[in-house]
């Protein structure tokens, strides 16, 4: 599990630019940030992961340019992410973030602003900081000094670029002050959430704050829908729901179930709700429950038990072994449904 789980998964969101290289080449910008990267991963693995703790999962797509083209899937992890690193280049300047999804990526850094410490800023390469948007300045105005991997004169790019030894001490300081940074932070941020569940008036289940489940649902059910995520909300469970909007085209269709797999990957089980006795459920039931979590269970390497919550009181038309059941017209469903829930988290920890 990642170290911050439940609060957060990834730990890290890195939001960068691949650049650009000549043409034929790969792009110098891209080797030297998964270098550096992959410099940051080892150190935190070494000094943070454990078995009890967990292990520091620091998200970033090194085939695709996650600035390129902000999707409903990475908008879902930058979301769920304990911390935004974004690595700052003249390139990154001219990103998608920047441009064209500039409300929206000004919510996030406004939000994390609300917490100390969940924006971290490295400076791989010399920017003018009066084209930075105006909510990655800072109060002061000013670009914030961050972490920087570049000597301060116009036009200069990361130190080591190209495998060069040139600065490769100043390089080593910075990974270092930034590995500190980063080990502080996310140790603060675990002891915070543990500390603040503590104090808490306890509610009904305490056990289970924060516990994410995946819920497929068809959304013309709108009053059912919303009864059913308060109800699971109530008794301390987070509903995730991919839903498309309407009007989509063959490709939105197409990448609907790379959506539900990503997303059920950061789950704790999958839900389905089923609204009416017809073929509709069990399509969802073949396709969803069996088929894309058992994708989801590959990609996260471990079991991702699944439920049907069942609001039409009759019998299922066909039973799965490993599908559980709950009748949401019989009371005390939400007790089973968490004891259900439960069994699954102890097993899967205790490793059997």
């Given at each position: 599990?990642?170290?911050?789980?439940?609060?957060?998964?990834?730990?890290?969101?890195?939001?960068?630019?691949?650049?650009?290289?000549?043409?034929?080449?790969?792009?110098?910008?891209?080797?030297?940030?998964?270098?550096?990267?992959?410099?940051?991963?080892?150190?935190?693995?070494?000094?943070?992961?454990?078995?009890?703790?967990?292990?520091?999962?620091?998200?970033?797509?090194?085939?695709?340019?996650?600035?390129?083209?902000?999707?409903?899937?990475?908008?879902?992890?930058?979301?769920?992410?304990?911390?935004?690193?974004?690595?700052?280049?003249?390139?990154?300047?001219?990103?998608?973030?920047?441009?064209?999804?500039?409300e929206w990526f000004r919510d996030q850094i406004e939000d994390r602003r609300k917490h100390r410490g969940r924006?971290?800023?490295?400076?791989?390469?010399?920017?003018?900081?009066?084209?930075?948007?105006?909510?990655?300045?800072?109060?002061?105005g000013h670009g914030s000094l961050g972490f920087q991997f570049h000597d301060p004169k116009p036009g200069a790019w990361p130190y080591t670029i190209g495998g060069s030894d040139l600065?490769?001490?100043?390089?080593?300081?910075?990974?270092?002050?930034?590995?500190?940074?980063?080990?502080?932070?996310?140790?603060?941020?675990?002891?915070?959430?543990?500390?603040?569940?503590?104090?808490?008036?306890?509610?009904?289940?305490?056990?289970?704050?924060?516990?994410?489940?995946?819920?497929?649902?068809?959304?013309?059910?709108?009053?059912?829908?919303?009864?059913?995520?308060?109800?699971?909300?109530?008794?301390?469970?987070?509903?995730?729901?991919?839903?498309?909007?309407?009007?989509?085209?063959?490709?939105?269709?197409?990448?609907?179930?790379?959506?539900?797999?990503?997303?059920?990957?950061?789950?704790?089980?999958?839900?389905?709700?089923?609204?009416?006795?017809?073929?509709?459920?069990?399509?969802?039931?073949?396709?969803?429950?069996?088929?894309?979590?058992?994708?989801?269970?590959?990609?996260?390497?471990?079991?991702?038990?699944?439920?049907?919550?069942?609001?039409?009181?009759?019998?299922?038309?066909?039973?799965?072994?490993?599908?559980?059941?709950?009748?949401?017209?019989?009371?005390?469903?939400?007790?089973?449904?968490?004891?259900?829930?439960?069994?699954?988290?102890?097993?899967?920890?205790?490793?059997?």
């Open positions: 599990m990642a170290f911050l789980e439940p609060h957060f998964d990834p730990d890290i969101f890195v939001s960068y630019s691949h650049g650009l290289g000549p043409a034929g080449t790969g792009s110098p910008l891209k080797t030297w940030t998964n270098q550096f990267l992959n410099d940051v991963q080892g150190y935190l693995h070494a000094f943070l992961d454990n078995e009890e703790l967990g292990r520091v999962r620091l998200w970033w797509d090194k085939d695709i340019d996650p600035t390129a083209d902000l999707t409903d899937e990475l908008r879902l992890m930058v979301r769920s992410a304990g911390i935004l690193m974004i690595v700052m280049s003249p390139r990154y300047l001219t990103s998608t973030w920047c441009r064209n999804e500039l924006i971290v800023l490295v400076r791989a390469a010399y920017t003018d900081t009066s084209e930075w948007p105006e909510f990655l300045r800072g109060e002061s600065n490769r001490n100043e390089y080593i300081q910075q990974v270092n002050s930034l590995i500190s940074a980063l080990k502080r932070r996310l140790i603060e941020m675990r002891n915070e959430h543990e500390n603040a569940a503590r104090k808490k008036s306890p509610p009904v289940h305490p056990v289970n704050a924060g516990r994410r489940v995946y819920v497929h649902m068809h959304k013309e059910h709108t009053e059912a829908n919303e009864e059913t995520r308060r109800l699971l909300i109530d008794h301390g469970l987070v509903p995730w729901t991919i839903n498309l909007s309407a009007g989509r085209d063959i490709r939105d269709m197409e990448k609907e179930p790379r959506l539900r797999i990503n997303a059920m990957k950061l789950c704790e089980a999958v839900i389905l709700v089923r609204q009416a006795n017809d073929d509709t459920f069990d399509y969802d039931m073949f396709d969803i429950g069996i088929s894309e979590r058992e994708q989801a269970q590959s990609a996260r390497g471990s079991p991702l038990p699944c439920a049907i919550l069942d609001l039409t009181g009759q019998p299922l038309r066909m039973e799965m072994p490993d599908i559980a059941h709950f009748d949401m017209t019989q009371e005390g469903w939400q007790q089973e449904l968490i004891a259900w829930l439960n069994t699954h988290r102890t097993t899967m920890e205790g490793g059997a």
